[in-house]
């Protein structure tokens, strides 16, 4: 059993577990399409989510979050691993099996006006789920868009505008409602506020919020404003080029970090006080490395202030540190929750900027 599994154990099966994905992207090089490498985009992540939960997916940008929600949602076909909705398989199901399991999976896209189709209504973007699966000519059909556009904070009269007479967060607000439709048990959340203005930002989780506790629906939340991911998930994930680091119930996680590359993360939110102390923060040093060719042992070990000689030949593997509180790092290879500060003096050699002792 994975740790992630272990982890989470409980009365009931999750909703959603996902063992060792993968999904590596070809390169193809020259006259006769050869491939010449490829991009680990995602590089044996598991995760798990339960009914009603939110788990939030955090990293820099290009680390493979958005490739993960894909790739659960089968918009891309992975390349290894397994999926398991509602304790089904769903991995490698062909269109036609995989019908009634989209209605149970939806997504909200990052960008609330590209993804909402400029040439219909707003009620017809929201009925277009309806029509894809037949169950536009069922009886209540309108009832039930009309009441879904209140639920979201949308007039009724909103339904036959079109998406350039909307602001950012009312389109947004049109996104969710589609997605809602169905009644799904999950939605993907993809970066689904970053577009919008702070204050819009702020009335949109919390209508995610509210609506998870009347649906019971669950999320899987990508975002790299850790502030937002703080105040909607229970638990969080923070990734590194394609691969999960550590993995905790949200106060855990924020309170304890047990990776260094969480801590940096962390030391990074931006602090309202101007007249904070700021000495703590945590400057890593040189860039991401490619997905393309990744570092060997763990990935992190380039831009690590903790590195040692045997970051940089074994890959650290996830296991549970604490209750619930799963990391991968070779400064809690004795199995128990060490410190950061303990690497104090490895940051030094390597020129790290690090909290004060």
Partial sequence: MSAVRQAHQGATAPLLEVENLEKHFPIIKGFFSRTVGQVYAVDGVSLTIAHGETLGLVGESGCGKSTVGKTILRLIEPTAGTIRLGGQDITHLDANAMRPHRRAMQIVFQD??????PRMTAGEIVREPLVIHGMAKEAGHATQIARLFDRVGLSGDSMSKYPHEFSGGQRQRISIARALVLNPGLIVC??????????IQAQ??????????ELAVSYLFIAHDLAVVEHIS??????YLGRIVELAETGTLFAKPLHPYTEALLSAVPEPDP???????????GDVPSPITPPSGCHFHTRCPYAMARCREVSPVLREL???HIAACHLHDQGIAQPLGSGVDGARRTGARVRPE
């Fill in 112 to 117: 609330p006006y590209s993804s909402l189709s």
């Fill in 234 to 239: 229970h638990r969080v994930a923070v990734m």
């Fill in 275 to 285: 007249d904070a102390d700021r000495s703590g923060r945590i400057i890593l040093e």
């Fill in 190 to 199: 993809d970066e689904a506020v970053s577009a919008l203005d702070v204050s």
């Fill in 204 to 213: 949109v989780v919390n209508l995610l919020v509210d609506l998870q506790a």
């Fill in 322 to 324: 604490e209750p619930g």
